[in-house]
């Protein structure tokens, strides 16, 4: 019989201070955990899905709306669901930070407590 280790994963950008803070809980928890730079190691279209289904959420509401990219470029057009999440994809800057996730649970860490509720 094989036993999986429950693994939490967050998707970090190093030069955030939120994004640092809520790595700091996940290593306070002492839990295995992976890190996803996902700045460089961008998530697929099916990943970030997955992630809008377990944060429970619409994809508008895991872009970073006041980014430049999004300002310049789509604020106020509308934008189907599937272009929102290939539209972050293409500009992953727009990709609200921390995200965590464990098991079935996920959480954005804004603010970074909420990040306690799930590990």
């Given at each position: 019989m094989r036993i999986e280790k429950i693994m939490i994963k967050i998707y970090h950008n190093p030069r955030?201070?939120?994004s640092r803070e809520g790595l700091e809980l996940v290593e306070k928890?002492?839990?295995?955990?992976?890190?996803?730079?996902?700045l460089t190691d961008v998530p697929s279209f099916e990943e970030?899905?997955?992630?809008?289904?377990?944060?429970?959420?619409?994809?508008?509401?895991?872009?970073?709306?006041?980014?430049?990219?999004?300002?310049?470029?789509?604020?106020?057009k509308e934008v189907s669901d599937e272009?929102?999440?290939?539209?972050?994809?293409e500009n992953p800057i727009l990709i609200e930070r921390?995200?965590?996730?464990?098991?079935?649970?996920?959480?954005?860490?804004?603010?970074?407590e909420k990040i306690l509720d799930i590990v």
């Open positions: 955030c201070g939120k928890s002492g839990k295995a955990f992976e890190v996803v730079k996902y970030l899905q997955t992630i809008i289904k377990l944060l429970g959420i619409a994809p508008i509401e895991l872009v970073r709306q006041k980014e430049d990219v999004w300002v310049k470029n789509f604020k106020g272009a929102i999440i290939k539209i972050m994809i921390p995200i965590v996730i464990n098991g079935n649970k996920a959480v954005i860490g804004r603010p970074p």
